[in-house]
């Protein structure tokens, strides 16, 4: 899963996180291995402002998922405090904790200013280097050194360093640097064939990666049947509309969804922009699934799932598992899905 921890209407910020740690024991006890938090401020629809705190709470409530942040945006922070909270959180979990970054900020520009206000740090287009110089304080291969400068506590084994990224300009950056690969189809699905193609074309094997390793994350909704997953669906249509009149609350349930103030073409185009997503019944997302992970030549995917009822949102990833686990052989000559839970 790739997680938002994303606020209901009728819920409060509290209940929100106390249904996340749920949400990662269930997934967890279904067989899910992959479980990341994504950085985002300023937006009360999403309480993952602090990845690297969720990344312990949930590691702590759990004992076989991988769990980390995908992603740290590193412009809102300095490389050293990064890898002095994830080499910490590596020491507590050893061999399960994994940092993304990226090169967003992760919010709109007066947040991003209020976040790194003074802080003389290095924007976008010192990614790289910026990567660099946590890979450095970790203490992993191909770090920058940064001289008599070291992170403490330096786990035993440094967490694994993924390159988030939504084209192929960063698809390049991580297949440069031999690191695997997090690409964005959840928000940026015209660029996934291209920017993992662009990262398999690159890669250079180092120290972290013998071959490349790529993840697409997508938003995945998977009801009973197909129309179960269109209705539950109704609320990240209506968050996609909301968007463009600057209203950031609370996500709708499809009920109230029906009673937002949106033209029936205002609808069709937001079910619209959502149709390159993985939402069906278990056979429909299965197959949807699979072509993806054929046609992207990604080696895992993670999903994304923004549902109303938190009962309903659970179902939906016990129906993804089963999907894959109890459904029908795969389909020839497609690779073998790897889905996680993030």
Same mark, same amino acid.
């Given at each position: 899963?790739?997680?938002?921890?994303?606020?209901?209407?009728?819920?409060?910020?509290?209940?929100?996180?106390?249904?996340?740690?749920?949400?990662?024991?269930?997934?967890?006890?279904? @067989?899910?291995?992959?479980?990341?938090?994504?950085?985002?401020?300023?937006?009360?629809?999403?309480?993952?402002?602090?990845?690297?705190?969720?990344?312990?709470?949930?590691?702590?409530?759990?004992?076989?998922?991988?769990?980390?942040?995908?992603?740290?945006?590193?412009?809102?922070?300095?490389?050293?405090?990064?890898?002095?909270?994830?080499?910490?959180?590596?020491?507590?979990?050893? @061999? =399960?904790?994994?940092?993304?970054?990226?090169?967003?900020?992760?919010?709109?520009?007066?947040?991003?200013?209020?976040?790194?206000?003074? +802080?003389?740090?290095?924007?976008?287009?010192?990614?790289? *280097?910026?990567?660099?110089?946590?890979?450095?304080?970790?203490?992993?291969?191909? @770090?920058?050194?940064?001289? !008599?400068? *070291?992170?403490?506590?330096?786990?035993?084994? !440094?967490?694994?360093?993924?390159?988030?990224?939504?084209?192929?300009?960063?698809?390049?950056?991580?297949?440069?640097?031999?690191?695997?690969?997090?690409?964005?189809?959840?928000?940026?699905?015209?660029?996934?064939?291209?920017?993992?193609?662009?990262?398999?074309?690159?890669?250079?094997?180092?120290?972290?990666?013998?071959?490349?390793?790529?993840?697409?994350?997508?938003?995945?909704?998977?009801?009973?049947?197909?129309?179960?997953?269109? =209705?539950?669906?109704? +609320?990240?249509?209506?968050?996609?509309?909301?968007?463009?009149?600057?209203?950031?609350?609370?996500?709708?349930?499809?009920?109230?969804?029906?009673?937002?103030?949106?033209?029936?073409?205002?609808?069709?185009?937001?079910?619209?922009?959502?149709?390159?997503?993985?939402?069906?019944?278990?056979?429909?997302?299965?197959?949807?699934?699979?072509?993806?992970?054929?046609?992207?030549?990604?080696?895992?995917?993670? *999903?994304?799932?923004?549902?109303?009822?938190?009962?309903?949102?659970?179902?939906?990833?016990?129906?993804?598992?089963?999907?894959?686990?109890?459904?029908?052989?795969?389909?020839?000559?497609?690779? *073998?899905?790897?889905?996680?839970?993030?």
């Amino acid at each position: 899963m790739l997680d938002i921890a994303p606020v209901m209407s009728g819920t409060s910020p509290s209940t929100t996180l106390r249904n996340t740690l749920d949400l990662a024991r269930q997934t967890e006890a279904l @067989g899910y291995h992959r479980y990341w938090l994504a950085e985002h401020h300023n937006t009360p629809s999403i309480a993952s402002s602090s990845p690297a705190v969720l990344v312990g709470q949930i590691a702590a409530a759990t004992s076989t998922l991988r769990v980390g942040a995908g992603g740290v945006m590193l412009p809102n922070h300095q490389p050293l405090v990064v890898a002095e909270q994830f080499g910490t959180l590596a020491s507590f979990h050893p @061999g =399960r904790i994994d940092l993304g970054l990226g090169r967003a900020a992760g919010t709109d520009p007066f947040t991003a200013q209020a976040l790194q206000r003074g +802080s003389g740090q290095p924007r976008g287009d010192n990614f790289g *280097a910026q990567i660099s110089e946590v890979l450095g304080f970790l203490g992993s291969p191909g @770090g920058r050194p940064r001289g !008599p400068v *070291a992170a403490y506590p330096q786990a035993e084994t !440094p967490p694994p360093v993924w390159v988030l990224g939504s084209s192929p300009n960063g698809a390049r950056l991580a297949a440069e640097l031999g690191l695997p690969f997090a690409t964005a189809h959840h928000f940026s699905p015209q660029n996934t064939v291209s920017a993992v193609t662009a990262y398999r074309r690159a890669f250079r094997p180092t120290g972290h990666l013998a071959a490349p390793y790529a993840v697409v994350a997508a938003v995945v909704i998977v009801g009973e049947d197909d129309a179960q997953a269109l =209705r539950l669906a109704s +609320s990240v249509e209506i968050a996609h509309l909301e968007l463009f009149t600057g209203n950031l609350g609370p996500y709708l349930s499809p009920e109230e969804a029906d009673r937002a103030p949106y033209s029936p073409q205002q609808r069709q185009i937001a079910r619209e922009s959502f149709a390159p997503q993985l939402i069906g019944g278990p056979e429909t997302v299965r197959r949807r699934a699979l072509e993806l992970l054929a046609a992207s030549g990604a080696d895992e995917l993670m *999903a994304l799932t923004i549902v109303h009822d938190h009962a309903a949102r659970v179902r939906s990833y016990e129906l993804l598992a089963q999907a894959f686990t109890g459904g029908p052989a795969a389909v020839p000559n497609q690779p *073998a899905a790897t889905v996680s839970a993030g």
